[in-house]
Structures are given as structure tokens and as C-alpha cells.
């Protein structure tokens, strides 16, 4: 509250009041301050000397009484003051009357600049607003073309828009696809990124904001009716490192007041944009990372039932048998099988499908499931591959793969092995001396052989002495030297010295070779099977 004896009207902020009252109560001065410009002041105004508008009093200073000094003071709005000195029993009048004119001064010019931003920010307090609410919406809500919707709707509410629309890029198709969309109808899409009309494809390929007109019909220019104003810009995102990426673009078509859009809406668009790029990319890492976990819970799964359709060697009561399969991916494509046939014989195979991971997986498990099939029909090892190949050929050719398989059958009674070989290098026969004999491959792999191909052998088999080895490339190549392929001949020589011991041992062996390898390689999957007859 003033006191009684003081007039203060309502047009001099409240700083520069602060100002005259903490110098009148240093100095104990008294003063006026006057509006030179009569006509611009507010009609309540108390007349001032020499025709001006007096705005400011102490002490009930009559408005006609001379002052002892006059500064003129700026204000940058309204008419220019005068500030009149009419007392200073403590301070020369000069000297005072300077020091609050500066003062003054910087008073009305902070003034200014808080009625500046304080009209400044209640004019962006709808676009305050609206980014705070789109992250808000992006953080709760988990289906990004529901949050864009809503978004788009909000945008359109606040910058006035008739249509608001959101494309996104596919790489795929080297197009940008309609995601989201509101107001009136529009574009559906998909646009070619190379489209040469097309305003949406060439802020995308630009990389820049573009404000425009749509263009009017003949009949809208005759009325005087101006396109509608069109605001488009890109939606980007820029890593924490790395370079920034254009992944779509949003665009706002039409304004409800016809106003055009100006640089001030292209800036909260292009706002709005970074946010939802952001929000893009989150969703994209988030998808790829639930779909490793997927994919990787399903390898997981695809590797146990593999490991479960391949017999237990260890339990395999027709004779002493061990094997172990190391897939070069969670799955492979090599494999073995045991069958326990009439007459005490056993029956051994081993199998490589051409490649390795999922596709060799699943010709593996139908070699698997034919195999079983046929090794009970036949007692010819030769017949056994013949129905294997008819049965897998129409599928190897689809998946331009092939498999080499080994089948033999031990008649320990006889003393003999009957076998057949597709194509697969490394099987042999170590003897009680140390001895090795290779049984050849007699017929091309399993998905080239023709009608007339699969013959079959017969070796001398001597039961407890001797042991028949076999593995696949995948664990000789890991064992080569880089300057020749010996992988094969270090295999051989650890059987050979561990021959008289355990056939799990000297399984067991093999894998400790691979371990040590220098630098170790996993280009492949590795097998290896060891069986001896009591």
C-alpha cells in the first residue's frame, strides 16, 4: 500500500516502483516522474507540468512546483518520461537525479523483457504442452501406430490442421507406408521414394522441412480460394554416435483458420519429429532384441530335440559304441544312427549334410526318420541308401543340398562288414596291430547319385579287436595344419595309440585334439563315431 501523501498510477511496472522507493528512503528525496507525451497516456492520469501526464509524486509535490533537476528517461514503449528531482536534503540533486535515471532506466528495460517472455510463454504454452503430452503418450503406450494416431490428432488440434499423416521407410521396398493418419482423407500409399511429384518423397530423400501449397483446380483459382498450406518434415534419429538416419516423414495438410504455416510450426513439427524418431528406433531395437530372445529360445529348443532324435551310443546295448556331435550352430546337419538287427548284427551310419544351421538340420532329421524305416526293411546296406536317396531327393534338390551317408552292417558270428558308402571320406577300420583300412566311397552323395548307383562291400571283421571309426570333415579341418590338410592323419594317429583303451575315451580324445587347436576354428560341424563288437 502507498502512503497517503504519494501518486503512483498503474502504468509504471512494479520494478521501477521498487526502484523510486528504495532511493527516496537512502536519500530522502522527493520526486516526480512525467510523461512528456500527453496524448498516449491513459485518460485517469493526473495532469503533469507543461501540459505532461504526471505518473508518479511524494510528499503531495504540487504538479506546477519546479524541480531542482530534470533527466530525461527511455522506455523503448510507450511516450518518453521525465524524472524531476524536487528535493535532496542528503545528496547533491545532480548526483542523485544520474544515478536513478540509469537506474530507471535498467528498471524499465527488465520490465520489458519479463512482460517479453512471459507473452512468449504463455503463447507456447499449447506447444509446452503438447510435447510433454506426446512423451508422455510415448512412454505409456506400447503399439507405436496407437501412439501415433493420438499424437497426430493432438498436433492437428493444436496447429489447426485439417489432415495430419505419418509415413514411415521400408527398405525392403524402397518405399515410405501410410502408419498413422487423421482429418480429412488423404493419401494412402505406399510412395516410391523416387517419386518425382510426390511432396512426402522429396522431404525424405532431402532431407529438409519443406512449407508449401497444395496446388488449387482451375475453379478454386477463379474464386480466389488459395491451396492449402502444407507442412512436411522429416522424422529423424541421431545415435549417441554415429550418423543421424531419415526414417520417415510427418506431415500437417491444411490449416481450419486458412492461415499458412510458418517457420515457428515447422520448428515444433520438426520437435515433435525428433521425439517420435527416437521412439521409432526404441521400438525397433526393442522388437530385435525380443526377437533374438525368440529366435535364440527356439535354437535352444531345435538343438535339445536334435540331440534327443540321435541314440545314447553309451546305452546302446548290441555293442560298445560312443559317439559325440558338436554342431557348428546350436544346430547342425551331421548325424549318427545305431540299430540293433536280427541275428546279433549291428547296424552303424553316419551322415554330413552339405551345410551346416537350420536348413541342414531339418534334412537331417528326415534322413533320420527315413533311415529308421528302411534299416529295418532291408538287410542290404546298397538298398538302404537307394530308398534314402528316392525318399530325400525332391527336398535336396528344392534346398540345393546333399548329404554323404555311410551304412554298414556288423555280423560279428560271420566276421564280416557289409557296407555301402555315399560319398563320405572318412570311415575306417583299425585293427588290433595298429592297422588301418579306409572303406572307400563307392557311390556319389545322397541327392546326385542316379537310379543305378549304390553298390555295397565286404571287409573281414574280427570282434573285440577291431574297431570301426567314423567322423566328418568338420573335426579333421580343425586339427589341419595352415600349411597342409594332415587334420585327417592327426585324427588316425590319436585312434590308432588309444585303440586297446575305452571307445569313450577314445572319443573323448578326439574332442581334447580339437580343443587345443591353434587358433581354435568352429567352421563346421564335428562327429565322431567309435564302435566295437564284444
Known amino acids: 500500500m502507498n502512503p497517503p501523501d504519494r501518486l503512483v498510477l498503474g502504468t509504471l511496472p512494479d520494478p521501477v516502483q521498487k526502484t523510486l522507493a528504495d532511493f527516496e528512503e537512502a536519500f530522502g528525496i522527493g520526486l516526480r516522474?512525467?510523461?512528456d507525451s500527453p496524448a498516449d497516456m491513459p485518460?485517469?492520469?493526473?495532469?503533469?507540468?507543461?501540459?505532461?501526464?504526471?505518473l508518479y509524486s511524494t510528499n503531495g509535490t504540487p504538479p506546477s512546483e519546479s524541480g531542482?533537476?530534470?533527466?530525461?528517461?527511455?522506455?523503448?514503449?510507450?511516450?518518453?518520461?521525465?524524472?524531476e528531482i524536487l528535493s535532496?536534503?542528503?545528496?547533491?540533486?545532480?548526483?542523485?537525479?544520474?544515478?536513478?535515471?540509469?537506474?530507471?532506466?535498467?528498471?524499465?528495460?527488465?520490465?520489458?523483457?519479463?512482460?517479453?517472455?512471459?507473452?512468449?510463454?504463455?503463447?507456447?504454452?499449447?506447444?509446452?504442452?503438447?510435447?510433454?503430452?506426446?512423451?508422455?503418450?510415448?512412454?505409456?503406450i506400447l503399439h507405436m501406430d496407437d501412439?501415433?494416431?493420438?499424437?497426430?490428432?493432438?498436433?492437428?488440434?493444436?496447429?489447426?490442421?485439417?489432415?495430419?499423416?505419418?509415413?514411415?521407410?521400408?527398405?525392403?521396398?524402397?518405399?515410405?507406408?501410410?502408419?498413422?493418419?487423421?482429418g480429412?482423407?488423404?493419401?494412402?500409399?505406399?510412395?516410391?521414394?523416387?517419386?518425382?511429384?510426390?511432396?512426402?518423397?522429396?522431404?525424405?530423400?532431402?532431407?529438409?522441412?519443406?512449407?508449401?501449397?497444395?496446388?488449387?483446380?482451375?475453379?478454386?483459382?477463379?474464386?480466389?480460394?488459395?491451396?492449402?498450406?502444407?507442412?512436411?518434415?522429416?522424422?529423424?534419429?541421431?545415435?549417441?554416435?554415429?550418423?543421424?538416419?531419415?526414417?520417415?516423414?510427418?506431415?500437417?495438410?491444411?490449416?481450419?483458420?486458412?492461415?499458412?504455416?510458418?517457420?515457428?510450426?515447422?520448428?515444433?513439427?520438426?520437435?515433435?519429429a525428433s521425439q517420435v524418431g527416437s521412439a521409432l528406433e526404441n521400438k525397433r531395437l526393442h522388437e530385435e532384441s525380443v526377437s533374438r530372445e525368440r529366435m535364440g529360445r527356439e535354437m535352444e529348443l531345435a538343438h535339445d530335440l536334435q540331440q534327443k532324435l540321435l541314440p545314447a551310443a553309451e546305452r546302446f546295448d548290441g555293442a560298445e559304441a560312443a559317439a559325440r556331435v558338436s554342431p557348428a550352430e546350436q544346430v547342425g546337419g551331421d548325424f549318427y544312427q545305431l540299430f540293433k538287427l536280427p541275428g546279433g548284427r549291428v547296424g552303424v551310419m553316419l551322415g554330413d549334410v552339405s551345410l551346416h544351421g537350420f536348413?541342414?538340420?531339418?534334412?537331417?532329421?528326415?534322413?533320420?526318420?527315413?533311415?529308421?524305416?528302411?534299416?529295418?526293411?532291408?538287410?542290404?546296406?546298397?538298398?538302404v541308401l537307394r530308398d534314402l536317396d528316392d525318399a530325400l531327393r525332391d527336398e535336396l534338390e528344392t534346398t540345393e543340398m546333399f548329404l554323404t551317408v555311410f551304412y554298414g552292417v556288423i555280423d560279428p558270428e560271420k566276421g564280416c562288414l557289409t557296407y555301402s558308402n555315399a560319398g563320405h571320406p572318412h570311415v575306417f577300420t583299425v585293427h588290433a596291430d595298429g592297422g588301418l583300412d579306409r572303406l572307400l566311397a563307392t557311390d556319389p552323395p545322397v541327392g546326385f547319385a542316379g537310379p543305378e548307383a549304390y553298390r555295397q562291400a565286404e571287409v573281414p571283421w574280427r570282434r573285440r579287436d577291431d574297431l570301426l571309426l567314423l567322423f566328418t570333415d568338420g573335426l579333421s579341418d580343425v586339427l589341419a595344419s595352415a600349411t597342409r590338410g594332415d587334420g585327417e592323419a592327426r585324427v588316425l594317429e590319436s585312434v590308432v595309440s588309444h585303440r586297446d583303451a575305452a571307445v569313450e575315451r577314445i572319443v573323448d580324445e578326439l574332442f581334447a585334439l580339437t580343443a587345443d587347436a591353434h587358433p581354435p576354428v568352429q567352421g563346421d560341424d564335428r562327429t565322431a563315431l567309435v564302435v566295437r563288437t564284444p
Open 33 to 35: 516522474i512525467v510523461a
Open 43 to 54: 485518460a485517469r492520469t493526473a495532469a503533469g507540468r507543461d501540459g505532461g501526464q504526471l
Open 68 to 83: 531542482l533537476a530534470r533527466f530525461d528517461i527511455p522506455t523503448r514503449e510507450g511516450p518518453p518520461l521525465s524524472l
Open 88 to 140: 535532496s536534503p542528503l545528496a547533491p540533486p545532480d548526483a542523485v537525479g544520474a544515478a536513478l535515471a540509469r537506474s530507471l532506466e535498467r528498471a524499465f528495460e527488465a520490465a520489458r523483457e519479463v512482460r517479453y517472455f512471459t507473452a512468449e510463454l504463455s503463447e507456447r504454452y499449447e506447444e509446452i504442452h503438447l510435447l510433454y503430452s506426446i512423451s508422455e503418450t510415448l512412454g505409456s
Open 147 to 182: 501412439a501415433a494416431r493420438i499424437i497426430l490428432r493432438e498436433v492437428c488440434d493444436v496447429m489447426g490442421a485439417k489432415r495430419g499423416s505419418l509415413w514411415l521407410y521400408t527398405r525392403e521396398d524402397d518405399s515410405l507406408h501410410l502408419m498413422a493418419a487423421v
Open 184 to 272: 480429412d482423407e488423404g493419401l494412402e500409399g505406399p510412395l516410391r521414394r523416387d517419386d518425382p511429384d510426390a511432396v512426402t518423397s522429396a522431404v525424405f530423400r532431402e532431407q529438409r522441412p519443406i512449407i508449401a501449397s497444395r496446388a488449387r483446380t482451375a475453379s478454386q483459382r477463379e474464386r480466389g480460394i488459395r491451396g492449402d498450406s502444407f507442412l512436411s518434415v522429416p522424422i529423424r534419429y541421431t545415435p549417441p554416435s554415429g550418423e543421424s538416419r531419415t526414417l520417415g516423414v510427418m506431415n500437417v495438410i491444411g490449416r481450419r483458420g486458412d492461415e499458412r504455416y510458418s517457420v515457428a510450426d515447422q520448428k515444433l513439427l520438426t520437435a515433435i
Open 359 to 383: 536348413p541342414s538340420a531339418l534334412i537331417m532329421t528326415l534322413t533320420l526318420s527315413a533311415a529308421g524305416i528302411y534299416a529295418r526293411e532291408h538287410d542290404s546296406p546298397a538298398k
